[in-house]
């Protein structure tokens, strides 16, 4: 499967959208971070972080621009009937998120499983469900939660699996744990919470999250 998000109708009109700013926003937000430089010790007449501000406060919506988008409509409008009633996996989907509580990124992988229950999905919106729910504050728990709920709720599986892999950099650079430790998260519905089914499966996946 193709890792690069395909670009589709939502996500053009969401990349509209963040290319018009909110100016007033990013004014507001700018002149935050132009007092936030002079608190560090920082210089923000100096030429390097002139435009640093401005620059932070479009890159601050375009990372949180998530809010903005329903992703249960995204999923809506690309189901299909279809009896196939055999797991279907989209793994090695990348993730890129921000910690609520440091506002720090943390990336890695998702992997998404699903049983049909007389309806499947484009493929493509998988990707872009965790892009949504990930382009705001998050903890990577709700995080995957939220896209358990989202598929479930939406689609009406037999089944949802959805694990995530993540770095999170206010560990890695903050030096709290160990630099390279990784977070993972998993959340099932239906068949997968059955023991038996996501033992199964956990052993099916875990050489391909590695
Ligand atoms: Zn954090």
């Not at 890792?3 to 959208?17: A, H, S, T, W």
Request: proline share 4%; charged share 25%; net charge negative.
């Amino acid at each position: 499967m193709d890792n690069d998000f395909p670009l589709n109708e939502e996500e053009i009109d969401g990349y509209v959208k963040i290319d018009r700013y909110n100016p007033e926003k990013v004014a507001r937000i700018a002149s935050h971070y132009n007092e936030i430089l002079a608190l560090l010790g920082e210089d923000p007449e100096r030429q390097g972080l002139l435009k640093t501000p401005e620059r932070v406060a479009k890159a601050l919506q375009y990372l949180t621009h998530g809010y903005d988008v329903d992703p249960a409509a995204v999923l809506r409008d690309a189901m299909f009937e279809e009896e196939y009633s055999q797991m279907v996996v989209v793994k090695d989907i990348e993730v890129y998120s921000m910690c609520e509580h440091h506002m720090l990124p943390f990336f890695g992988k998702a992997l998404v499983a699903y049983i049909p229950n007389g309806h499947i999905v484009g493929l493509s919106k998988i990707p872009r469900v965790i892009d949504i729910y990930a382009r705001r504050l998050q903890v990577q728990e709700r995080l995957t939660n939220e896209i358990r709920d989202c598929i479930q709720d939406t689609l009406n599986p037999v089944g949802v699996a959805v694990v995530i892999e993540c770095k999170h950099l206010c560990m890695c650079m903050r030096g709290i744990q160990k630099q390279n430790s990784v977070t993972t998260t998993s959340a099932f519905t239906g068949e997968f919470a059955k023991e038996r089914t996501r033992q199964e499966f956990l052993q099916l996946i875990t050489a391909s999250l590695g």
